[in-house]
């Protein structure tokens, strides 16, 4: 074998060999940022809610941020109905999800730890879930019950 050729396997080697450590080093995800917003009120608040409608939208949803705006939220927009699980894979930020009916009722509330894999779901079948910081709600008295008002509920700010 000659002596080129050697160094040659001995570099390949060696670089096989960093890739576990190189996958590692990825980053490991970026927040999507630029989804349509929409205005939804809650009472007197004022929500500016990214809107997430596609199958790929909702399964990234808020991962990979290290925050969030007090007064921004995600809006999640499914085709119809159903009883919606949510979790917390990749989301570095604790939040609330609201469950909200098609006329923007509140069905129940779901607070959420980062990076918690079990599931939260709505008490009921809905089409929306909003999430918000962790707290949000509850430091505004909002509660299942209460009415959402915007564009995507059927009725007006």
């Not at 399964?59 to 917390?88: D, N, S």
């Not at 604790?94 to 918690?116: C, Q, R, S, W, Y």
């Amino acid at each position: 074998m000659t002596s080129s050729l050697h160094r040659l396997l001995l570099a390949s080697a060696a670089l096989l060999a960093t890739l576990p450590a190189l996958a590692q080093r990825e980053p490991a995800g970026t927040p999507q940022l630029n989804l349509p917003r929409t205005t939804i009120s809650a009472g007197m608040h004022r929500i500016d809610a990214q809107v997430a409608s596609t199958p790929l939208q909702r399964q990234i949803g808020l991962m990979h941020r290290r925050e969030m705006p007090q007064h921004e939220g995600m809006l999640f927009v499914f085709e119809q109905p159903a009883t919606q699980c949510f979790w917390m894979k990749n989301t570095l930020i604790p939040l609330t999800a609201a469950f909200v009916e098609d006329d923007g009722t509140i069905a129940n509330l779901a607070d959420m730890k980062p990076l918690d894999e079990s599931s939260h779901c709505s008490a009921k079948p809905v089409r929306y879930v909003l999430e918000m910081n962790k707290g949000w709600f509850a430091q505004r008295n909002l509660r299942a019950g209460i009415k959402l008002r915007g564009p995507e509920f059927g009725n007006k700010r």
